[in-house]
T-cell receptor, first 112, second 115 residues
Framework: NAGVTQTPKFQVLKTGQSMTLQCAQD?????MYWYRQDPGMGLRLIYY???????DKGEVPNGYNVSRLNKREFSLRLESAAPSQTSVYFC???????????FGPGTRLTVL | AQSVAQPEDQVNVAEGNPLTVKCTYS??????LFWYVQYPNRGLQFLLK??????LVKGSYGFEAEFNKSQTSFHLKKPSALVSDSALYFC?????????????FGQGTELSVKP
């Protein structure tokens, strides 16, 4: 099992450009999550999908959109990137809310 | 509202000594508590969790944590630290009433173990 995979690993964007971060899991998990990690702030939830076909906002959703494409895949889109979105983005998944979340390796995004 | 506090940004320990990384939480319902570790340029790895049952929880790599309901704490401990334990540690909480399994993370504690 590959677990949780994310692409790309690194990305540099100019202000105003758009991009989609991809996430996939092969553990048949029901719930998937997108977080951003900034120094001294821990991880903050951007969006989550409790089950296939549903998505909900987390703590910091502004400037982002998500798509739960199927049970395996959950993508995060930045429509018009801003320097404040420079961060490390992590995707995670879990079988149920009672279980631990499994994290991908992260995408390091820089917006100039 | 849910919240998690890790009061120490950094903990320094000598190899072989016991270590403690502190975590306190606030939830409205029953807490589900987790500890994760992050090595440089890596994703988070699960260490242990408390859902219900015994207050002392044992996890990976010799780590354990004690759930204390009266003090709303869930401190991470290890009897004898290794240099390889040096990493960033995160405490996280989920409110038992929370649908969707959303976790709230603390800001992280950098553990440094010196030889």
């Amino acid at each position: 099992n590959a677990g949780v995979t994310q692409t790309p690993k690194f990305q540099v964007l100019k202000t105003g450009q758009s991009m989609t971060l991809q996430c996939a899991q092969d553990m048949n998990h029901n719930s998937m999550y997108w977080y951003r990690q900034d120094p001294g702030m821990g991880l903050r939830l951007i969006y989550y999908s409790a089950s296939e076909g549903t998505t909900d906002k987390g703590e910091v959703p502004n400037g982002y959109n998500v798509s739960r494409l199927n049970k395996r895949e959950f993508s995060l889109r930045l429509e018009s990137a801003a320097p404040s979105q420079t961060s490390v983005y992590f995707c995670a998944s879990t079988y149920s809310p009672y279980n631990e979340q499994f994290f991908g390796p992260g995408t390091r995004l820089t917006v100039l | 509202a849910q919240s998690v506090a890790q009061p120490e940004d950094q903990v320094n320990v000598a190899e072989g000594n016991p270590l403690t990384v502190k975590c306190t939480y606030s939830v409205s319902g029953n807490p589900y508590l987790f500890w994760y570790v992050q090595y440089p340029n890596r994703g988070l790895q699960f260490l242990l969790k408390y859902i219900t049952g015994d207050n002392l929880v044992k996890g990976s790599y010799g780590f354990e944590a004690e759930f204390n309901k009266s003090q709303t704490s869930f401190h991470l401990k290890k009897p004898s630290a290794l240099v390889s334990d040096s990493a960033l540690y995160f405490c996280a909480v989920r409110d038992g009433d929370n649908q969707g399994g959303k976790l709230i993370f603390g800001q992280g504690t950098e553990l440094s173990v010196k030889p």
